[in-house]
């Protein structure tokens, strides 16, 4: 067996010569620590011998896998992943502690074997009789996952080989995994690569998926090698603010179907209810009309979803005004901010801002600069926008208000909450006309501020 040491970043992975302080790829600090390799031939290893490789037509079983899907039934789920999970893929689901991940896992599982799809739940973090009283709260007692502690990696990949009918293994959480032919410590960046491919060699094998939970850093990165997240199918994200009661998942990384798809859950005593119309949810504190709130009309994924903006722009005392964002990015607001004060002669230097996007969303559409600015001039001006308006645009730095993608979906979302006025770009062909609301169009930001004027 060949031992060989290695310095490795903790945080990006990058393999370095010597010690050093300052990781030279990621520019991390104090992230190098010396792991020992030991190279120990694996079982798919030896079995590699030099034998010629077959190929096979790219027309072979090309329906059959899709329809072999594993849907779970939890519909937000579904979408997510693309219409179910793929036999043989691997997903890795990535979420700050506490967020619920392990709560989703076990209630995923239950559906599966409810439908009939074998399911192991594999837990590194919690005994099996935690997972059991959680399974209690959950009220899926009485369903048949297998269930067990473990968090040798070669132990699992040998289970893995030995039964074959297994369907679907959810490993919680892959930080948790060792190799014991490896020196170093589960959760270094070394041990989580191996553990990984180890897994992912015997499930492939297999034809058996396999979902790992992955621990996120400060940042929100998945913990460990970024290569974890090229040797997986599939990255999902598991977020929400802590503060509130909802949680999305949302697709980063999807080889088998579209990423930015994204599936809102709400967390109960009893586990995660899935919220099927999530826009309803984000509007709900929406009462009376306040001046510096906007409804954004935006897409996420394939779904038009609802959210509100809320600015306030005050008086500051500080040299360097306040600039703060929640939900949104800080960059775009300095943009939009320069576009107010020197195309349309908007006073804002001098004043904090604040923006946030409720219910703890976070908008990465540029679509969302009209909205944003209606918010902004709206508190500015101190005066409520108009009564059930929808927003939503992309603003250029010359003030021009571009198109977005799919305003038609935006807009029928829009009149199914029974909103009844959209301030949108002028479209390129009229074919908006049928949306049954009001639609107000505007060609540049000083037009917008103009017709905003003119309402109230
Ligand atoms: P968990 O799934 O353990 O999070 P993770 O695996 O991502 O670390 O979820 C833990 C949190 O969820 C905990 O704060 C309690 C809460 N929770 C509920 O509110 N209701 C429930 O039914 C369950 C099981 C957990
Ligand atoms: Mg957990």
Redesign the pocket.
């Known amino acids: 067996m060949a031992k060989n040491t290695q310095y490795l970043c903790q945080q990006c992975g990058a393999v370095s010569p010597k010690w050093t302080g300052k990781c030279e790829a990621c520019s991390a600090w104090n992230s190098i620590v010396e792991e020992q390799i030991s190279i120990r031939p694996s079982h798919a290893k030896l079995a590699r011998t030099a034998n010629r490789i077959e190929f096979s037509s790219l027309a072979d079983k090309k329906t059959e896998q899709i329809k072999e899907r594993m849907l779970s039934g939890i519909s937000e789920f579904d979408r997510v992943t693309g219409g179910g999970i793929v036999p043989g893929s691997v997903l890795l689901i990535g979420?700050?502690?506490?967020?619920?991940?392990?709560?989703?896992l076990l209630q995923l599982a239950c559906r599966l074997s409810q439908n009939e799809r074998q399911t192991v739940y594999i837990s590194g973090e919690e005994s099996a009789d935690q997972v059991r009283i959680?399974g209690q709260?959950?009220g899926v007692v009485n369903t048949d996952i297998g269930l067990a502690t473990s968090t040798n990696a070669s132990e699992i990949s040998e289970t893995i080989r030995r039964t074959p009918q297994l369907e679907l293994i959810i490993i919680?959480s892959i930080q948790t995994m060792y190799l014991p032919a490896l020196d170093s410590s589960p959760g270094t960046v070394s041990q989580v690569r191996a553990s990984a491919q180890e897994l992912i060699y015997a499930a492939k094998e297999n034809n058996t998926a396999l979902i790992f939970?992955g621990h996120v850093t400060k940042d929100g990165a998945i913990a460990g090698p970024r290569v974890l997240e090229h040797m997986v199918d599939s990255v999902l994200h598991?977020e929400g603010d802590r503060s509130h009661h909802f949680r999305i998942l949302r697709g980063i990384k999807n080889r088998f179907g579209a990423t930015d798809e994204i599936g809102v859950f709400e967390?109960?005593?009893?586990?995660l209810n899935q919220i099927s119309n999530p826009s309803e949810l984000f509007l709900t504190e929406r009462k009376n009309e306040v001046a510096g709130t906007a409804v954004f009309a935006a897409i996420e994924g394939s779904r038009p979803l609802l959210v509100e903006i809320e600015a306030l722009v005050a008086h500051s005392s500080l040299a360097t005004p306040r600039r703060n964002v929640v939900g949104w990015e800080n960059s775009r607001l300095s943009m939009l901010t320069a576009v107010l004060e020197t195309r349309c002669g908007m006073q804002l230097s001098g004043r904090d801002i604040f923006l946030n996007v409720a219910g703890g969303m976070k908008i990465q559409e540029p679509a969302a600069d009209l909205a944003v600015a209606a918010a902004l001039i709206s508190s500015v001006t101190n005066r409520p926008l108009p009564n059930s308006s929808v927003f939503f645009g992309e603003i250029a730095l010359s003030a021009q208000i571009r198109q977005v993608s799919q305003p038609e979906q935006r807009l029928k979302e829009a009149k199914k909450l029974g909103f009844q006025k959209a301030f949108l770009p002028k479209p390129i062909k009229s074919n908006d006309s049928n949306s049954g609301l009001v639609l107000s169009y505007s060609e540049n930001l000083s037009d917008f501020i103009d017709i905003l004027d003119g309402i109230s």
């Open positions: 979420g700050d502690p506490g967020i619920g991940k392990s709560t989703l959680r709260r959950l919680d939970v598991f967390m109960t005593s009893n586990g």
